[in-house]
């Protein structure tokens, strides 16, 4: 599969990331089937974090691939941190203890990449700044990010962290597409105009900072997704016919889709299924013209000014 540089890092990723968050919803048998294939495939980068079954995920993926040393080396480790029941919490008591328990149940004494999972509006960047260091020296964590964040947050995170920041995660998709729409509604009075995050966008084009789409497919905040449903006829036409001009599947051109902007985004993929997984991985080698991305575009009923 097609690799990038993840943000300024020298450590260079698949440009599908599997996320785990679902990995609970497989038997043992199952889950290791996944993993096997998703490793054969190319897509080694795998994304986690502490909420995800409550912990269960992570210790499920371990044991479905028999966690060693030989195969540790052959695949990446995303893992994130922030989230507790009725709070966010970026201390650095938190994120220190809360790194110590995703090792223990990935079975593993390093994280490639750690990501902060929320805004915590409380944070003091002195103590993340704190933290990220003694998990650096320690060998714990290898390279840190943010998800969900605005230009300001990681601003202010970045005047006292002295690691880059190498990737922040944000909902992305055909029809969740404002951080796209809105850089192209300057100055036009519609609600595609609105600029809800900052220029995040631009901003991590600007700094080096890999953006990773999270729910690629999805429409709403996990309302459900937009392929295949009859909520969205104009949208799926489209992704279909340009699916058929490349003989490969709905799933594929919608990842392609991602894979098309030039700012070199990293989509987190959630399924489970082993045949759509493969689609994804797919994308990797299609290259939509600019005519077919804004035909999409268009069809999920984003205007162009």
């Known amino acids: 599969m097609r690799t990038i540089k993840l943000g ?3 450590l260079e990723v698949p440009v599908v990331a599997v996320g785990c968050m679902r990995i609970n919803s497989l038997d043992k048998p199952g889950a290791e089937k996944f993993v096997r294939t998703a ?32 195969i540790r080396e052959k695949m990446i480790l995303q893992s994130k941190v922030g989230i507790r029941k009725g ?14 328990g995703i090792l223990k149940r990935l079975n593993t004494d390093y994280l490639d990449v750690l990501l902060l999972h929320r805004p915590d509006t409380l ?3 002195e103590e993340v700044a704190e933290a990220f260091t003694k998990l650096e020296e320690s060998g714990k964590v290898r390279h840190f990010g943010v998800s969900n964040q605005k230009p300001m947050q990681i601003q202010l995170l970045q005047k006292y962290v002295k690691q880059p920041i190498v990737a922040n995660q944000l909902q992305l998709s055909i029809t969740n597409a404002n951080m796209i729409s809105n ?4 100055n036009m009075e519609n609600e595609s105009a609105i600029d809800r995050d900052g220029s995040v966008l631009d901003f991590c084009r600007l700094n080096d900072i890999t953006i990773q789409p999270w729910s ?26 340009v699916a058929e001009n490349y003989g490969v599947s709905n799933t ?22 082993i045949g759509r997984l493969k689609d994804c991985i797919k994308a990797s080698d299609i290259n939509l013209t600019r005519e077919e991305w804004y035909s999409i575009y268009r069809a999920a009923g984003n205007i162009l000014p």
């Open 87 to 100: 709070m966010f919490d970026f201390s650095k008591e938190h994120i220190l203890e809360s790194v110590d």
């Open 252 to 273: 594929t051109i919608a990842t392609a889709w991602l894979l098309r902007h030039p700012a070199n985004m990293q989509p987190v993929i959630g399924t489970m299924n």
């Open 123 to 125: 944070v003091e960047p």
């Open 183 to 186: 850089g192209m509604n300057v």
């Open 39 to 70: 490793m054969e495939e190319g897509a080694n980068f795998f994304d986690h974090a502490d909420i995800y079954g409550s912990g269960e995920c992570e210790e499920i993926f371990a044991d479905a691939v028999q966690m060693n040393d030989d």
């Open 216 to 241: 690629p497919f999805q429409y709403g905040f996990f309302e459900g997704v937009f392929l295949d449903n009859d909520k969205f006829p104009e949208l799926n036409k489209q992704i279909n016919e």
């Open 8 to 10: 300024t890092s020298s």
